[in-house]
């Protein structure tokens, strides 16, 4: 089991710590966060500095997204809108040298800034591991081909968009949790990775369960609003009773 966090906030002493308390992985997410090319640049020196494999959620499924985020030297990519097969396949042709069309030059991070020779270069882009994001309705119909994808590593379900996709609010609606069911499964059946992202570490017990190979815990954001007012509460509840107590 693989334990990771969301990146929403550009400063590289958020991966530093984050480096120090273990986790598998995270994601910088330049899909909702405010993620440039440079900004994200910076994150992968911090990453390997603290020795924490940093994905990118790209903030598109184009070639271009696709193109800088693995130059910059990501561990790997979440690709949001992964709605059919023919879109699993054109992030594949996009992401990968060997089975793909990448645009190549060992001069990136990637790389080795040019070190690397082209074969060295090219083996070293392909150890990316490559998520499509399944979070529509039509992409959970469409799941067992995109899954199927060679050269795709595995798939991130995004209950949240998945719900409004289906005309619902709650990401743990019935017809959410019976879809990502059958999505992880799928992806357990053909041996790839099946991610899911969470809140709160108290929801990952039921989709492990399910057959979830890596968990996406919350963000630097939620850790920071709920630890803040985890401290907040536990002051001001000591000054009641300091209040409360008879004089």
Known sequence: MQVGTFIKTPAVQVVEVLGLVGLDFAV????????????????MVAGRAAKLDLFVRTADRSST????????????????????????????????????????????????????????????????????????????????????????????????????????TRPDAPEVMAATRQVLGLARRHSKSAVVVVGRAAEAGQFIDMGATHIIVGSDQSFLRASALTSLADIRAHVTREEDRPA
């Open 65 to 168: 997204s696709v193109l800088w985020a693995l130059d910059i030297g990501a561990a790997g990519l979440v690709v949001p809108h992964i709605d059919t097969a023919q879109h699993a396949a054109e992030l594949v042709q996009a992401a990968r040298f060997g089975g793909g069309a990448r645009g190549f030059s060992n001069s990136p991070r990637f790389g080795r800034y040019g070190a690397s020779s082209i074969e060295e270069a090219m083996a070293l882009g392909d150890r990316a591991c490559i998520l499509a994001q399944i979070e529509s309705g039509q992409a959970v119909l469409e799941a067992e081909a995109i899954i199927a994808t060679s050269g795709l590593d595995g798939v991130v379900v995004g209950r949240a968009d998945l719900a409004l996709s289906m005309g619902l």
């Open 28 to 43: 910088v997410d330049a899909e909702h966060g405010p993620f440039d090319r440079h900004t994200a640049d910076l994150m």
